[in-house]
């Protein structure tokens, strides 16, 4: 095995260390505007731009949306929890 092969490789074997401070939930958004995208392709029986284009957008904001409530919500049973 190569070098590089091997040093590749051992870059997989730990996790990436990605915060939890709101800058970097914003990591979120591109992945969940890929998700939203890929999914609509798939399940759009004819893609016109237009279309597409305003279906991958009420998905991604309703995913964003159930996201932010569901925060919300964990917060609040969290803070409940702990007073």
Known sequence: MSMIAAFIMATFTTPENIGV???SMLW????????????????????R???????SVVLFGS???FM????????????????
């Open 21 to 23: 401070t709101p800058n």
């Open 28 to 47: 979120l958004l591109p992945l969940v505007a890929s998700i939203s995208i890929v999914y609509k392709t798939t399940k759009l029986p004819k893609i």
């Open 49 to 55: 731009f237009a279309h597409f284009l305003k279906e």
């Open 63 to 65: 995913i964003v949306i």
């Open 68 to 83: 932010a409530i569901t925060a919300l919500v964990l917060v609040a049973f969290a803070w409940l929890v702990t007073e």
